[in-house]
C-alpha cells in the first residue's frame, strides 16, 4: 500500500520513532512505515546505532558517583549562604558565561562568601595596613612561601625580575589612576568594606577589575578604588573602624598566643600558621601527592618543569578518581595541568596546546574560589601566557 | 564527621523540591542521586572528556540549586536538571574549543581502562563489539551540532520540547536538525559498512 506513495520526510520518521509527533500525523506515518520496507529498515538502523552507542558510553563506578554527590552537596551547602539577590537566573547564567570569554573568572563561591568571612579578610587587611604592608606583596609572597617554601626562594633571577616589573608597572598604573587616599580612610573603607560587606562584593560585568580589587583587599593594600568621601561617609567610617577596631584588637592577641606558641613548639605553631584567607584546606590525597613529587600546594616560578612533567600523570589521574576533593583543590591541579601543558608546549605552542592551557588556567580561577593567592596565581600565569603570545589586550577586553 | 542523611530514596521528585525549598538542602542529595548518572553521560557524551563533565556537571547542580525556586511544580525533575547540564556544557564547549577529545582513547573517569576496553564486554559477540566501536568513532565524527543535539535525545533521553528550551530553538528546527544528525551518523556507518561489508 504505501510502499508505492513517497517516503515522508526523515523528520516525521524520527519524530514518529521518538514519540514525538500528535496523534493524527503519527496515525500517517505508522501506515506508511507498516507497508514500507526503507523507512523501517531506517528506523530500525537508527534505533540500533542509538542502542549502541548507550552501551558504549563510559559509566563510572558507583565510588565515583558517590564523591560526586558529596562534591555537590558541599558546593550546594556553600552557595545556600548566598543572598538571594546574588542568584541568577539559569538562562541569563548561560548568556553571562557565553559572554566572559578569556576575562578571568571569579568563580559563583566568590560571590557567595559570607559577611564574615569578608571581615575576617578586611581585618587581616586593615593588620597589615597598620604594619606598613601598603602597596607591598609581602603577604603574598608569604603566602606563597608558606605553601610552596622550596618553590619561592628558589625563584630563577629572571622570573622574578620580571615579575617585579610587571607588579611595579601595575602599581604605577594604579597610582595614576587614583587620587591618593588619606591614610585615615585606609581601615575606614576597609571596615566599611567588612561591615557592609555588599561593598565589596564583586561586579560580574567588570572581572578583570575584580580580580584585581579583591587581590588588593586579600593582599591587605585597602587601597582600593577611592571615591571622594561624604561627611556622611566618613562618620560612617570612623564607627566602623571603632566597631573593628574591637576585633583587631581580638585578632592581635590570638596572633601573640599564636606566637608564644611558635616560640614553644614549632611543629604546633606550623599548624596555627594563618591559612590563605578564604582558603579551604587541601585534601590529604592531593597534599600527600605533591609531597611525594616535592611540589608546593600552589604552582610557583621556581618549581621544576621536570618535576611537573613527571608529576603530571599522577595529577590527571587524582583528578579522574575525584581525589581533588574540593573546589580548590581542581584549581591546584588545573594549575599544575596548565604548567606541564606549557612546558610540553614549548616556545611555539600550536592551536590545541594554547586552547588547552588557557582552558586549565581558566577553570583554575574559576575553582579556586575564595582562594585569593590561588586565583591570583592563575590569572597571573594566563596573563603572563597571553602576553608571550603577543595577546595581552584579551584578558581585559570588554 | 558528617551526620548520616536521612533516607529520602521513597519521596517523590516533587516532594523533594518541596523539602529543598523549604530549607531541607539535605533532601538535594537524593535528587543528585536519582539523575547523576543521566547528567554525567550527557555532560561527558557533549564535552567528550571526563575532566570537563565532571566539571558541568557539579557547576549544573549548582545552578539547578539556586534556580530551584523556578522549578515548575509537578514536573520531572530530571529533564529540567538535564537541561540545565546541556547548557552548562554547550557554554563550557563554545568557551574554548578544546584538544579533540578522543573518547575511544580517555581513559575512564576512574582512572580505569580506555572506553575501547570497557565496551569490549568478553559475552558479547565480536561484531557487535565492533559496531559498538564503530558506533562511537562515527558520532565522533559528526560536527558539534548534532553531536550535541543527538547526545541531549540519546544520552539525556530529552523530549523534543525540552531540546528546543535548552538550545533555544523552535521545536521544528530541533526536529530537522536531529533528522539530519541521524542522516550524518548513518553515513558515516554505512562508509565503515562499506569497508567491513560482512559486518551486517
Same mark, same amino acid.
Given at each position: ?29 505508522? *501506515? ?8 523501517? =529498515? ?55 558565561? =557565553? ?14 562568601? /559570607? ?20 602597596w607591598r606583596r609581602a603577604?603574598s609572597v608569604a603566602?606563597l612561601e608558606?605553601?610552596a617554601?622550596d618553590a619561592a626562594r628558589s625563584r630563577a633571577p629572571g622570573d622574578s625580575e620580571s615579575a617585579r616589573s610587571r607588579a611595579g608597572r601595575r602599581e604605577a598604573k594604579k ?30 560585568? %567588570? ?12 593582599l ?18 570612623? %564607627? ?18 599564636? #606566637? ?32 611525594? @613529587? ?5 604552582w610557583g616560578p621556581g618549581v621544576s618543569d ?7 600523570? $599522577? ?24 604548567e606541564?601543558?606549557r612546558v610540553?608546549?614549548?616556545a ?21 574560589? %575564595? ?5 591570583r596565581v592563575?590569572a597571573e600565569r594566563l596573563q603572563d601566557f597571553l602576553n608571550e603570545?603577543g595577546?595581552e ?6 | ?47 567528550? %572528556? ?13 545552578? &539547578?540549586?539556586? *534556580? ?9 525533575? &530530571?529533564?529540567?536538571?538535564?537541561? +540545565?547540564?546541556?547548557? /552548562?556544557?554547550?557554554? #563550557?564547549?563554545? #568557551?574554548?574549543?578544546?584538544? !579533540? ?14 572506553? !575501547? ?5 568478553? $559475552? ?5 563489539? !565492533? ?31 525540552? +531540546? ?19 542522516? !550524518? ?6 562508509? @565503515?559498512?562499506?569497508? +567491513?561489508?560482512?559486518?551486517?
Amino acid at each position: 500500500m504505501s510502499v508505492n506513495q513517497p517516503h515522508p520526510p526523515h523528520e516525521d520518521l524520527f519524530a514518529y520513532r521518538d514519540g514525538e509527533l500528535k496523534a493524527d500525523r503519527r496515525v500517517v506515518i505508522e *501506515a506508511h512505515v507498516l507497508g514500507c520496507h526503507t523507512c523501517r =529498515e531506517l528506523i530500525d538502523d537508527v534505533s540500533r546505532m542509538e542502542a549502541d552507542l548507550s552501551v558504549g558510553a563510559p559509566v563510572p563506578k558507583d565510588a565515583y558517583f558517590e564523591r560526586l554527590s558529596e562534591q555537590v552537596m558541599a558546593k550546594v551547602a556553600a552557595a545556600d549562604t548566598a543572598p538571594s539577590h546574588e542568584r541568577r537566573r539559569p538562562e541569563a547564567e548561560a548568556e553571562w558565561e =557565553e559572554k566572559r570569554e578569556l576575562k578571568p573568572k571569579l568563580p559563583w563561591f566568590a560571590l557567595v562568601s /559570607t559577611a564574615s568571612a569578608a571581615a575576617a579578610v578586611i581585618v587581616v587587611g586593615v593588620l597589615l595596613v597598620r604594619e606598613g604592608a601598603v602597596w607591598r606583596r609581602a603577604p603574598s609572597v608569604a603566602v606563597l612561601e608558606r605553601s610552596a617554601p622550596d618553590a619561592a626562594r628558589s625563584r630563577a633571577p629572571g622570573d622574578s625580575e620580571s615579575a617585579r616589573s610587571r607588579a611595579g608597572r601595575r602599581e604605577a598604573k594604579k597610582r595614576e589612576d587614583r587620587a591618593a587616599p588619606p591614610p585615615a580612610s585606609i581601615p575606614s573603607r576597609g571596615l566599611k568594606a567588612a561591615v557592609g560587606g555588599e561593598k565589596g562584593k564583586l561586579d560580574a560585568k %567588570n572581572e578583570a577589575d575584580e580580580l584585581n580589587a579583591n587581590k588588593q583587599v586579600a593582599l591587605g593594600s585597602g587601597a582600593v578604588e577611592e571615591k571622594p568621601k561624604t561627611q556622611e561617609n566618613l562618620k560612617e567610617g570612623e %564607627n566602623q573602624q571603632r566597631a573593628g577596631q574591637a576585633a583587631l584588637e581580638k585578632l592581635s592577641s590570638a596572633r601573640d598566643k599564636d #606566637s608564644s606558641l611558635r616560640a614553644a613548639a614549632p611543629e604546633a605553631s606550623q599548624a596555627l600558621a594563618p591559612v590563605p584567607l578564604g582558603a579551604e584546606p587541601v585534601g590529604e590525597s592531593l597534599k600527600a601527592l605533591l609531597q611525594r @613529587y616535592g611540589l608546593p600546594l600552589v604552582w610557583g616560578p621556581g618549581v621544576s618543569d621536570d618535576v611537573v612533567l613527571r608529576a603530571e600523570p $599522577a595529577l590527571r589521574n587524582l583528578y579522574r578518581i575525584g581525589g581533588a576533593s574540593s573546589a580548590s583543590d581542581s584549581a591546584r591541579v588545573r594549575l599544575y595541568l596548565a604548567e606541564s601543558a606549557r612546558v610540553r608546549a614549548g616556545a611555539a605552542p600550536d592551536s590545541a596546546a594554547i586552547d588547552e592551557i588557557v582552558h586549565h588556567y581558566r577553570r583554575a580561577i574559576r575553582l579556586a574560589g %575564595n582562594d585569593a593567592e590561588l586565583r591570583r596565581v592563575a590569572a597571573e600565569r594566563l596573563q603572563d601566557f597571553l602576553n608571550e603570545l603577543g595577546d595581552e589586550p584579551e584578558l581585559h577586553s570588554p | 564527621m558528617t551526620p548520616p542523611r536521612p533516607d529520602r530514596s521513597a519521596l517523590t521528585d516533587d516532594e523533594l523540591v518541596r523539602l529543598v525549598r523549604g530549607g531541607e538542602t539535605d533532601a538535594f542529595a537524593e535528587i543528585v542521586r536519582r539523575t547523576r548518572r543521566s547528567a554525567y553521560l550527557l555532560a561527558r557524551r557533549i564535552t567528550r %572528556n571526563h575532566e570537563d563533565a565532571d566539571d558541568v556537571v557539579q557547576e549544573s547542580y549548582v545552578k &539547578a540549586f539556586r *534556580a530551584l525556586d523556578r522549578f515548575t511544580p509537578d514536573a520531572a525533575i &530530571a529533564p529540567w536538571l538535564l537541561t +540545565i547540564v546541556a547548557r /552548562t556544557a554547550l557554554s #563550557s564547549l563554545r #568557551s574554548v574549543k578544546r584538544r !579533540a577529545a578522543s573518547a575511544l582513547d580517555d581513559p575512564g573517569p576512574d582512572g580505569g581502562a580506555p572506553l !575501547a576496553d570497557r565496551i569490549a564486554d568478553p $559475552a558479547s559477540d565480536p561484531g557487535a563489539l !565492533a559496531r559498538r566501536l564503530e558506533v562511537e568513532r562515527a558520532f565522533g565524527r559528526l560536527s558539534e551540532e548534532h553531536r550535541v543535539i543527538l547526545a541531549m535525545r540519546v544520552d539525556g533521553d530529552l523530549s523534543y520540547a525540552s +531540546i528546543a528550551g535548552a538550545l533555544g530553538l523552535p521545536i521544528g528546527t530541533v526536529m530537522s536538525r536531529l533528522a539530519r544528525a541521524r542522516e !550524518a551518523l548513518v553515513e558515516q556507518m554505512s562508509k @565503515y559498512r562499506k569497508v +567491513i561489508p560482512d559486518e551486517r
